[in-house]
């Protein structure tokens, strides 16, 4: 299963934007698919996730203002972000889970300037 992240970018505070992430490689609809998040000297962390089903779970940090969602006739994912903070300047993974292995994507970077 290979993982293609796209849409990060430079974006002002208070600003939106949307990221995708693009399941290939498998027959099958993959599991949870998540979100997580790398700032620059800090340990990644997990920003969100959905299930198949497309029962959502939030990081307190975005809740209210990052939205998780997927197609899973296109295995992908993608979270859309508004209301942007310094502090969500990172860089982006999505990680998808298929029969216990988990497959991760390369980052997109988000990055939010004043």
């Known amino acids: 299963v290979q993982l293609q992240a796209s849409g990060g970018g430079l974006v002002q505070v208070g600003g939106s934007l949307r990221l995708s992430c693009a399941a290939s490689?498998?027959?099958?609809?993959?599991?949870?698919m998540d979100w997580y998040r790398q700032a620059p000297g800090k340990q990644r962390e997990l920003v969100a996730t959905?299930?198949?089903?497309?029962?959502?779970n939030y990081a307190d940090s975005v809740t209210g203002r990052f939205s998780i969602s997927r197609d899973n006739a296109k295995n992908t994912m993608y979270l859309q972000m508004s209301s942007l903070k310094h502090e969500d300047t990172a860089a982006y993974y999505c990680?998808?889970?298929?029969?216990?292995?988990?497959?991760w994507g390369q980052g997109t970077l988000v990055t939010v300037s004043s």
């Open positions: 990680k998808a889970t298929l029969i216990g292995e988990s497959y």
């Open positions: 490689g498998s027959g099958f609809v993959v599991n949870d």
């Open positions: 959905i299930t198949p089903s497309g029962i959502t």
